[in-house]
């Protein structure tokens, strides 16, 4: 056994290593702590809701993507889907405020329409080209439950 059973605890099941955590706060122990991995807990936490922001944008970005460009494939599922991520999107910036500055970041968009892009080549079987090279949209339009690209029907 090692001289530091807390990390070993935290590396072999981060679960149970929560939910030892978990008591020791709750029982007031704060001196028996892994604060440093807590640390790293409390800033993953943030990490992974921008992440899921980042990727509900990507999937929505990637079906307005077919829709404007696929319109003979249009259909209700692309339709719920797009009214969906939406929704989330919305409902996920309302419960984290803090992530709307990540709306107007120029390279969290980048990076979210890289993935749209990745996301709508691979489902189209489209070259890279055929898409815009930078997400033509402003995010206010992409929100918007009543807007669709040009070039295609509105809800």
């Known amino acids: 056994m090692s001289a530091n059973p807390k990390t070993n605890s935290y590396d072999g099941d981060v679960i149970a290593w929560a939910n030892e ?4 706060l709750r029982t007031g122990q704060y001196n028996r702590l892994d604060i440093e991995h807590i640390a790293e807990e409390i800033e993953d936490v943030g990490i992974s809701e921008q992440r899921e922001l980042k990727n509900r944008m990507a999937i929505l970005l990637a079906h307005l993507l077919k829709w404007q460009h696929q319109p003979d494939r249009r259909g209700n599922s692309w339709r719920n889907t797009i009214r969906v991520q939406r929704k989330d999107i919305a409902k996920h910036i309302q419960k984290n405020p803090s992530l709307k500055s990540d709306l107007a ?7 979210a329409w890289a993935k749209a892009l990745d996301q709508a080549t691979g489902e189209t079987g489209f070259v890279y080209d055929r898409f815009p090279e930078n997400c033509p949209w402003a995010s206010e339009q992409i929100m918007n439950p009543e807007w669709m690209p040009e070039g295609s029907e509105s809800f």
Request: cysteine-free; charged content about 35%; hydrophobic content about 35%.
């Open 105 to 111: 970041d120029p390279d969290w968009w980048e990076s």
């Open 21 to 24: 955590q978990a008591r020791l």
